[in-house]
Nanobody, 124 residues
Framework: QVQLVESGGGLVQAGGSLRLSCAAS????????MGWFRQAPGKEREFVAT????????DYADSVKGRFTVSRDNAKNTVYLQMNSLKPEETAVYFC?????????????????WGRGTQVTVSS
């Protein structure tokens, strides 16, 4: 089992920045691909960013490319999401997720473990 706990959410003005963290405990964190998803009220959970188990692969949703950066520190069992130039429409609960290295990266079903999420609210 892997337990994931997100932190770093909050209220920020449009154009501002936040850095989300996801701390993992349990089985070997460094063997898992990690992803960030978000879900706004009344909408489906959507892919935001992903990072491979070694950190050598990253990818982003088109809507966040150039503004968000995903990284991981396997020594600290933590994955991060730096979010810059935030927009009001990005208000959502942000979730981190962990999946096996042989799985995919972009869909919720690619991931076995989920945190409870952290609220990000971007005011206009």
């Amino acid at each position: 089992q892997v337990q994931l706990v997100e932190s770093g959410g909050g209220l920020v003005q449009a154009g501002g920045s936040l850095r989300l963290s996801c701390a993992a405990s349990g089985r070997t964190f460094s063997s898992y691909n990690m992803g960030w998803f978000r879900q706004a009220p009344g909408k489906e959970r959507e892919f935001v960013a992903t990072i491979g188990w070694s950190g050598g692969f990253t990818d982003y949703a088109d809507s966040v490319k150039g503004r968000f950066t995903v990284s991981r520190d396997n020594a600290k069992n933590t994955v991060y999401l730096q979010m810059n130039s935030l927009k009001p429409e990005e208000t959502a609960v942000y979730f981190c997720a962990g999946g096996p290295r042989y799985s995919g990266f972009y869909y919720p079903e690619d991931y076995d473990y989920w945190g409870r999420g952290t609220q990000v609210t971007v005011s206009s």
